[in-house]
C-alpha cells in the first residue's frame, strides 16, 4: 500500500511540473512558439497562450485516471491490476512532460531537436511500454481493449489482450528502428500505418475468437 501510495503522489508530482515550468518561462517565451510538426517537417507556429492548455492536460488525465477505477462496474477487476494501472498513468505523465519539454526547448532553440524522431520514439517506447503490461489487465470498461467480444467473454478478454500484448511490443520495436532510417513523410506514414496494423489487428481476433465459443456456433 505504501508503494501505491508512493506512486499516486509521483503521478501528480509529474502532472503539475508542465504548468510549473510553463509558469516559469512563459514571460521568456516569443509571442509564437512551435506547436505543431507537419508531415513534411514545416513547424506551426501559434501564440504562446497555447502552451497553457497544453500543460493542464497532465493534471486533467490524472484527475480522469484516479476517478475512473471508481466509477467502474468492475473495478474490482481493476484492482486486480492496479499496479500496472497506476504505472500506465506514471508513463503518460512523463510522456506529457516530455512534449512540454520538446516545445520550451524550440521555442528557445529553434531546430536544436529532431522533434519527428524524438516523437516517433516516445510513440515507439509507449507501444513496447503498454505491449508489456496489457496482457495483466482484467476485464473493465475504461482500459483496455474493450470491444462487445471482449468484455462478453472473459476468455476472450484474455486471449486478445496477450496478442495485443505481442503486436503493441512488436509494433513499438518496430517503430523505434524505423525512427533510426526514415524521416519527415516517409516516418510518419510508417508510424500510421504500423499503428493502424496493431489496433486493427486485436480488435479483429476479438471477434474471430468470440464466434468461435461453444455458446455462439450454431
Not at 499516486?8 to 503539475?16: D, G, M, N, Q, T
Not at 504500423?194 to 479483429?204: K, L, R, S, Y
Request: charged share 15%.
Amino acid at each position: 500500500m505504501r508503494n501505491v501510495h508512493k506512486t499516486r503522489v509521483l503521478i501528480w508530482v509529474l502532472a503539475v511540473i508542465p504548468l510549473i515550468l510553463t509558469a516559469i518561462f512563459y514571460s521568456s517565451l516569443p509571442d509564437k512558439i512551435p506547436m505543431h510538426w507537419g508531415l513534411t517537417g514545416r513547424v506551426r507556429y501559434d501564440p504562446k497562450i497555447h502552451i497553457w492548455w497544453l500543460s493542464a492536460i497532465s493534471p486533467a488525465i490524472a484527475a480522469l485516471f484516479m476517478v475512473l477505477p471508481a466509477i467502474d462496474p468492475r473495478k474490482e477487476n481493476i484492482e486486480k491490476f492496479r499496479g500496472f494501472y497506476d504505472a500506465f498513468c506514471l508513463f503518460m505523465m512523463a510522456f506529457m512532460l516530455g512534449v512540454v519539454g520538446i516545445i520550451l526547448s524550440e521555442s528557445f532553440n529553434p531546430g536544436k531537436l529532431r522533434v519527428e524522431f524524438l516523437v516517433t520514439v516516445g510513440c515507439g517506447l509507449l507501444f513496447v511500454f503498454l505491449g508489456n503490461m496489457i496482457p495483466k489487465f482484467k476485464s473493465n470498461f475504461f482500459a483496455g481493449i474493450r470491444t462487445p467480444w471482449t468484455l462478453s467473454s472473459n476468455e476472450v478478454w484474455q486471449r486478445t489482450h496477450r496478442i495485443a500484448g505481442f503486436a503493441w511490443v512488436s509494433g513499438g520495436l518496430l517503430i523505434i528502428a524505423l525512427s533510426l532510417i526514415l524521416r519527415n513523410l516517409a516516418l510518419y506514414i510508417a508510424l500510421l500505418a504500423i499503428v493502424a496494423v496493431i489496433t486493427i489487428f486485436p480488435i479483429v481476433m476479438s471477434y474471430r475468437w468470440y464466434q468461435k465459443l461453444p455458446e455462439n456456433k450454431k
